[in-house]
C-alpha cells in the first residue's frame, strides 16, 4: 500500500477536523514516534518542529532545504496559546552528547489550562524517572504536587517494565494513564507489573488497544471516551 499512516491517516484526520498546525512537537528519533511526520509537515510546511532529533536527521535536513522552522527541545522552554500553557521539563542541554540513547533524549511535554494538566513524556526510562524527580518533584512524602503533578499522563515507553518508578507515579499521581502499545505486541508493553503499579495507587490505567484513540476533555474533566466506544463497527475485534 502506498503512503504510511501520516499520508493515509493523520492528515486526512486532521483535514476533517478542520485544524492546522502552528508547531509540531517530537519526542525522539524512534520510527514509531517520528512515523508519517514528513508527509504532515509536507501538508503543513509552515509548522515548526520541536524534537531531539539530532542535526542530520533525514527530516531535519529535509525542513532545511524547504527552509523550514526547527528547535531542539530543552528543558526550560515555554510557551503559552489561548491560556494553554505549555513546558519542556525534559531533556536539560547537557545531555545532549554524542552517543546519547534516542529514548532518554524523550522530549517531556507539560501541558496546563490552569486547573487541568497533560504529561507527555515519550520514552523516558527509570534513569530519566528519577532525574526529572532531582530537579522538580515535590518534597519527599508529598503526592501529586509540584510540577510533575499531572491528571493525564501518557506513561513512560508504552508501559516498559523500564520505566515508571514508584516515586515518579507518586509525584505525577495522575487520575488517568494512558498506554501506546499494540495488541500483543511483541514487547509485551504495558508489564503487567507496571499497570499493576499504577493500579495500586488508584490510577486508572486505559490502552490503547482495548480503547483505541483516547479522548479526553479538560472541560469534562472527570471522565474519558474511549473511540472503540464511541464508533464500534461489527467488524473491529474484542482485545480480551
Not at 514528513?38 to 503543513?44: D, M, N, P, S, T
Amino acid at each position: 500500500m502506498d503512503g504510511d499512516a501520516g499520508h493515509r491517516v493523520v492528515v486526512p484526520l486532521l483535514q476533517r477536523l478542520d485544524l492546522s498546525l502552528d508547531r509540531l512537537v517530537l519526542s525522539h528519533r524512534d520510527s514509531d514516534h517520528t512515523g508519517g511526520v514528513a508527509a504532515v509537515l509536507a501538508w503543513q510546511p509552515h509548522a515548526s518542529l520541536l524534537s531531539s532529533l539530532e542535526p542530520e536527521h533525514a527530516l531535519l535536513r529535509a525542513l532545511r532545504l524547504s527552509n523550514g522552522q526547527a528547535e531542539r527541545c530543552e528543558a526550560g522552554q515555554s510557551w503559552q496559546w489561548d491560556g494553554v500553557r505549555f513546558e519542556v521539563l525534559h531533556p536539560p542541554a547537557q545531555d545532549y552528547l554524542p552517543g546519547a540513547r534516542s529514548n532518554s533524549l524523550s522530549c517531556v511535554l507539560r501541558i496546563s489550562n490552569g486547573a487541568q494538566i497533560a504529561l507527555l513524556v515519550g520514552d523516558i526510562e527509570a534513569a530519566q524517572d528519577a532525574a526529572l524527580l532531582a530537579r522538580i518533584a515535590a518534597p519527599p512524602g508529598v503526592q501529586g504536587v509540584g510540577a510533575l503533578h499531572a491528571d493525564v499522563l501518557l506513561v513512560p515507553h508504552h508501559g516498559s517494565k523500564t520505566s515508571s518508578t514508584p516515586a515518579f507515579i507518586d509525584a505525577v499521581a495522575p487520575r488517568w494513564a494512558w498506554v501506546q502499545a499494540g495488541y500483543r505486541n511483541r514487547f509485551g508493553h504495558p508489564a503487567p507489573e507496571v499497570v499493576a503499579r499504577y493500579r495500586a495507587r488508584g490510577v486508572a490505567v486505559v490502552d490503547s488497544a482495548h480503547c483505541g484513540a483516547m479522548q479526553w476533555n479538560s472541560a469534562q474533566a472527570q471522565g474519558m471516551q474511549c473511540d472503540r466506544d464511541l464508533s464500534r463497527r461489527y467488524w473491529h475485534h474484542g482485545a480480551p
